[in-house]
C-alpha cells in the first residue's frame, strides 16, 4: 500500500502538539534538511532537530523523504554558488548515511538568486537554458541520493503562459528517471492567482513521473497587501485541505502509476490543540483514497 | 542569460517598488536580449506578492534571531518596521539563519548609524 506521511516540524510547541498524532499516523516521516543543520560561517552543522527526528525514526521504524527549499536547482554556476551547493551536498551526504532517505527533492526555482537567500523559490524563465541548469542540479543531487526530483511550483508570478509550464517540467525531467513531487494545493493556487484551468494544467505534467504528492491548505492574502485590494492564494500550509485540492487528488491520483507516497504539509506554528483531530481525519482520508485506488 | 535573471531578480524583489525597479530592468535591456519577453510577462500583483513574501521571511528570520529588535518591535512596531525596511532595501539577502540575520542587522545599524 502506498504509504501516507507527515512533514516533521521543526518547533518544539509543534512537535508537543502533535505528540501521539506523530507516533500514531504517519507511515513515513518527510524532513526539509535545511531544517536539521544550523549555519555558522557557511559551513552546515547539525541542530537539536537533527538527532530528535533520527530518533523519531528509530524509535517508530518509519522511513525518510527529503524535500527541500534551499539547493535552488535553477541557481547559476557562480563561484560562490557553486562552493554553496558543495558544502549542501556535503551535509545531505553526512545525513543520507544516517537518515537513508528514499528519494530527495526541491522546488523548481531559484532560492538562491545570486547567492542572496530569498528563501521563496522564484520562477525561472522557460527556456532551454534554464532546463538544462536544472538538469544539472538534479544530477548533482543524485551524486548523494539516487532518486531525485522537483516539485512543481506554486509561484506568484511566471515569466511567460502559466499553462507552458507543464511542458517546461517535461523538459527538465527529459531524463525519465528524474521524479516530480507533485503538489497539488501549488497546482490550485496558482490557477487561482493567474487564472487558468488547474485540470488543463494537471493534465499536461508528466504524471507517470509523479513518485510524490502532496496535500495542504492555505489561505488568502488580505486585500490590504496589494494596492488594487486584490487577494492572492499563498501556499502557506495552515489550514485545511480545501475541497478543491481533494478534488485534484481524485483527478491525479488515477494517473500517477509509480507514485509511492502521499504527504500531508501543516506549517510548524499553525497548529493549536484543537487541530489535531482535522489532521487524524485529513492523514485517514488520504489513506482511504489510496485504499480506494488500489482497489 | 540566467545570470542576468538572478541578478534582475534579487534587485526588483527588494526594490520599495518592485514594479518600478523591474520596468526600469527591461528598459536596460537591448531589444534582443532574450529575457526581455520573459520579464515583460510578469505579472504585476504576483511580482509585488513575491516581493513581500520575501522581506515577511526576512523581518521574520530577524524577529526570531534578535531578542534586542525583537523587545524593539514590540515597544514601537512603526519605527521598528522602517528600520527593517531601510535595512532590508539597502543589504543583500546573505542569512541564511535567524543568528546570521540578526548579527547582519545590528551591524549594519552600527555602521549606519
Known amino acids: 500500500m502506498i504509504p501516507v506521511g507527515f512533514v516533521l516540524p521543526p518547533d518544539e510547541a509543534t512537535l508537543d502538539i502533535l505528540g501521539a498524532f506523530l507516533e500514531e499516523e504517519p507511515d513515513i516521516f518527510e524532513v526539509a534538511p535545511e531544517t536539521l543543520w544550523q549555519q555558522v560561517e557557511g559551513r552546515l552543522h547539525t541542530n537539536d532537530y537533527h ?19 534551499g539547493y535552488s536547482v535553477g541557481g547559476g554556476g557562480s563561484a560562490a554558488e557553486v562552493y554553496r551547493r558543495a558544502q549542501w551536498r556535503a551535509a545531505m551526504a553526512r545525513d543520507q548515511a544516517l537518515f537513508q532517505f528514499l528519494w530527495y527533492t526541491d522546488h523548481l526555482g ?103 504528492i502532496h496535500m495542504a491548505g492555505g489561505t488568502d492574502s488580505d486585500p490590504r497587501w496589494l494596492p488594487g485590494g ?10 485545511p485541505i480545501p475541497p478543491e485540492v481533494w478534488r485534484l487528488l481524485d483527478v491525479a491520483l488515477p494517473r500517477c ?24 481525519e485529513e492523514m485517514r482520508r488520504l489513506r482511504s483514497c489510496v485504499v480506494k485506488q488500489a482497489a | ?24 530592468a527591461i ?13 515583460a510577462a510578469i505579472n504585476t ?14 523581518f521574520e528570520r530577524l524577529l526570531r534571531g534578535s531578542k534586542e529588535y525583537r523587545a524593539d518591535w514590540q515597544l514601537d512596531p512603526n519605527s521598528a518596521a522602517a528600520r527593517f525596511s531601510a535595512y ?25 548609524a
Request: aromatic share 6%; net charge negative.
Open chain 2, 88 to 112: 532590508h532595501e539597502a543589504s543583500p539577502l546573505l542569512a541564511f539563519s535567524p543568528k546570521e540575520e540578526a548579527k547582519l542587522f545590528h551591524a549594519w545599524e552600527f555602521v549606519t
Open chain 2, 1 to 24: 542569460m540566467m545570470d542576468d535573471y538572478e541578478n534582475i531578480l534579487v534587485h526588483v524583489l527588494r526594490a520599495r517598488d518592485p514594479q518600478g525597479a523591474l520596468a526600469s
Open chain 1, 257 to 280: 502509476s509509480h507514485l509511492r507516497a502521499i504527504v500531508l504539509e501543516r506549517m510548524e506554528g499553525t497548529i493549536a490543540d484543537s487541530d489535531v483531530g482535522l489532521l487524524r
Open chain 1, 51 to 69: 538527532a530528535l527526528f533520527l530518533s523519531m525514526g528509530r524509535r517508530s521504524g518509519q522511513r525518510f523523504l527529503a524535500h527541500g527549499v
Open chain 1, 110 to 212: 531559484i532560492t538562491a538568486p545570486a547567492g542572496q537567500n530569498t528563501a521563496l523559490p522564484l520562477p525561472l524563465p522557460m527556456t532551454a537554458e534554464a532546463a538544462e541548469c536544472v538538469r544539472l542540479r538534479l544530477d548533482e543531487m543524485s551524486t548523494v541520493v539516487p532518486v531525485v526530483g522537483i516539485e512543481n511550483p506554486a509561484s506568484h508570478f511566471v515569466c511567460g503562459n502559466p499553462l507552458d509550464e507543464p511542458a517546461f517540467i517535461r523538459s527538465v525531467l527529459q531524463n525519465p528517471s528524474r521524479r516530480l513531487l507533485l503538489d497539488l494545493a501549488n497546482v490550485f493556487a496558482m490557477a487561482s492567482n493567474l487564472g487558468f484551468d488547474a485540470e488543463e494544467y494537471l493534465a499536461a505534467l508528466p504524471l507517470d513521473q509523479v513518485i510524490e
Open chain 2, 27 to 39: 528598459k536596460a535591456l537591448d531589444d534582443q536580449h532574450p529575457l526581455r519577453a520573459a520579464l
Open chain 2, 45 to 58: 500583483d504576483g511580482l509585488r506578492m513575491s516581493a513581500l513574501l520575501v522581506a515577511r521571511l526576512r
Open chain 1, 230 to 239: 486584490r487577494s492572492l492564494r499563498l501556499d502557506g500550509h495552515d489550514g
